[in-house]
């Protein structure tokens, strides 16, 4: 099953709920928004999964993924900027943004998932080996993919995820911060009476101001679906019904380092997650090989922050690897 759509104008994601008449968008935001792109579905084991899809078939591939909780959307205003030189694929992960949820939300689970999306989109044909591009909880997944099948990808670009030593760590989570993943799957999502309602409830994790606010309303709108005159998010409380294993996280910076195949990590230059001491930890792990950028001004949620220079740290990144 493949059910698509070809947006060429301004899409449907610009909507007044979250950009009022438009007036304060920047127009390199509008223009990438109008780059043409496929949406769509493809059904693995029964359920839908859902992509973007930019740029040449026949041209290198690149296969993006979102955080915990987040959507494909993180990226939408990211890829068109890789369209002109490469087949680009951003997917939401089962049981988040409009993807329905499949199986077990498990690390190996997880993992397959960015397998089952390329093979479903042809992405591994002609002996393609895409290039992973992937943020926080979904760059976790990300390792767990290229170590199960290091020769399916080309490499894989790690963007902001939490890499702290162990006892940093440790202290970290004591002053009231959870492992990713956490939560109650039996909980089901809250629904509000108005969008507003909603909106106020919308927060990022970890808490941080961004350097593009309107980049915050367009996510915050794209994390909800309307349910008759309600609102409530779109994410699965499934996706909390694996195994938090706090170990999972503690070894974390021995995952990267020891993952096959080409890395690199793009980070926030103010990020909580990855810091200065974080690039230090994955020198003394033995990842001298793994390109590491600050991105200046820049926090976790980076693409929010600095997207253009996100855009350029990445562009620079996939450019030396094609050389390579």
Not at 1 to 24: C, E, H, K
Not at 132 to 137: D, E, G, V
Not at 298 to 314: G, I, K, S, W, Y
Request: proline share 6%.
């Amino acid at each position: 099953m493949n059910d698509m759509a070809i947006i060429n104008d301004v899409p449907t994601d610009i909507d007044p709920l979250w950009a009022g008449d438009g007036s304060q968008l920047p127009e390199w935001f509008v223009s990438a928004l109008r780059v043409p792109r496929e949406e769509g579905y493809v059904e693995i084991d029964g359920a839908r999964a859902h992509y973007f899809r930019w740029g040449d078939r026949d041209k290198p591939k690149v296969l993006m993924t979102h955080g915990l909780l987040a959507h494909s959307r993180c990226f939408a205003f990211i890829a068109p900027f890789l369209a002109e030189d490469y087949d680009v694929v951003a997917f939401d992960l089962a049981g988040m943004g409009d993807s329905d949820m499949r199986g077990q939300a498990d690390t190996a689970a997880r993992g397959r998932e960015f397998r089952e999306i390329a093979q479903a989109l042809g992405m591994f044909a002609d002996g393609q080996r895409p290039t992973i591009i992937a943020h926080s909880f979904g760059a976790s997944v990300a390792l767990t993919a290229v170590t199960e099948a290091p020769d399916a990808f080309g490499g894989v670009v790690v963007c902001d995820l939490i890499t702290m030593r162990p006892e940093v760590l440790e202290q970290y989570w004591k002053l009231s911060h959870f492992a990713p993943g956490s939560g109650d799957p039996d909980k089901p999502n809250k629904r509000y009476t108005s969008y507003e309602a909603a909106r106020a409830r919308y927060i990022l994790s970890p808490p941080q101001p961004v350097g593009q606010p309107f980049l915050l309303e367009y996510m915050a709108y794209h994390s909800m679906r309307r349910e008759g005159e309600d609102w409530s998010w779109k994410f699965s409380p499934e996706v909390f019904r694996r195994n938090s294993d706090p170990d999972e996280w503690l070894a974390i910076g021995q995952r990267l380092v020891q993952a096959p195949g080409r890395k690199a990590i793009v980070h926030g230059g103010k990020s909580q997650l990855f810091t200065r001491d974080s690039v230090e930890y994955v020198r003394e792990l033995g990842g001298y090989d793994i390109v590491m950028i600050a991105v200046p001004e820049a926090r976790h949620h980076l693409m929010l922050d600095q997207p253009l220079a996100f855009v350029t740290a990445l562009r620079s990144i996939l450019s030396i690897w094609e050389m390579g």
